[in-house]
């Protein structure tokens, strides 16, 4: 839980400093965010608790099936629910971010 001087805290929730539709709540010295239902944790509901990836889960030891994976953590695309094969190699995709040219060249 953050704490901040009375003077600090008077509208701590106005804006909402949680993330994620987390719920906050305050006292005149501090606030408090329930991230309940979010799927993400922390004082400000800003960690994801879902793995990141399928390899994620099964180093993990987790068995085949369905889980939210969460490939970004904290940005702004939320879990995706999918099915997990852990019974083939799993390999790790990565993004290519290729520059477009820009207008007029």
């Not at 889980?67 to 695309?77: Q, R």
Request: hydrophobic share 25%.
């Amino acid at each position: 839980m953050a704490n901040f001087e009375a003077k600090n805290i008077y509208r701590a929730c106005l804006p909402n400093l949680c993330e994620h539709g987390g719920r906050c709540s305050q006292t005149w010295s501090s606030f408090s965010c329930d991230c309940s239902g979010t799927g993400y944790s922390g004082a400000t509901c800003h960690n994801s608790i879902y793995e990141s990836s399928c390899e994620a889960y099964k180093l993990i030891g987790s068995s085949s099936g369905f889980y939210s994976i969460d490939p970004d953590g904290s940005g702004p695309l939320g879990p995706a629910q999918v099915y997990c094969n852990m019974t083939v190699p799993l390999r790790t995709v990565r993004k290519l971010s290729v520059k477009s040219p820009l207008a007029g060249d």
